[in-house]
């Protein structure tokens, strides 16, 4: 499968690939794993760190739009693995409930991997707002992994962003640590087991 890999915010392309290296190794030279240097760069021109967008709502559309440029250019990917803002931008992309959001490219994606995720933000009737479970139920619908550490301050939108995945085809796996990928071979490991039994879910059982 071909993955797009979308980093933290005040990080980077480079960064992401070693953070994610021992997870990729594991999960073995079958996958291509796609690193997305930059959608927009919100930090400094001397500094080579990069954010997909900032808190003004139009530079988070902004970000949707060329996101779904890329997919449309560079792809087509099977799934998305997303780090903390990556994974946030990644949620509200699949989740296609913003302005435009029905002319996307979305529906290409068959799988996502969410790593200390959040809830997308949605517009609806025009007033912008991040997804619950008990407004909006399973609005993101194909199989997702969500990896998340109960010692994480987002820890609980984390769990919320799984709530509002559907129910079958969820994998979800608590690495007890914080805001982070965590690179120890036990947790690795399990890492890989929930990430396999989706990638076997989108190939053989949806």
Known sequence: MR???LHGMGSNARVFEVQTAPLRYKLGA????????????????????????NEEVESFFSA????????RTEGPFDGIIGFSQGA???????????????????ESIKCA????????????????????????????????????????????????LSRICRKQGRGQLDHEGGHEIPRSAESTARMVWVIEDIIYRTLFVQ
């Open 3 to 5: 993955f797009l890999c």
């Open 64 to 71: 949707l739009a060329d996101l779904d440029e890329y997919i």
């Open 113 to 160: 991997v969410f790593i200390c995720g959040s809830p997308p933000w949605q517009v609806i009737d025009g007033n912008a707002r991040t997804a619950k479970e008990g407004l909006d139920g399973d609005i993101i619908r194909i199989p997702t992994v969500h990896i998340y550490g109960s010692e994480d301050p987002g820890y609980e939108q984390s769990l919320e």
């Open 30 to 53: 079958t996958h291509q794993f796609e690193f997305v240097e930059e959608i927009k760069n919100l930090f400094p021109a001397d500094e080579d760190y990069y954010a997909y967008f």
């Open 88 to 106: 946030l931008l990644a949620a509200t992309y699949l989740a296609h409930q913003y302005p435009g959001a029905e002319d996307t490219a979305y």
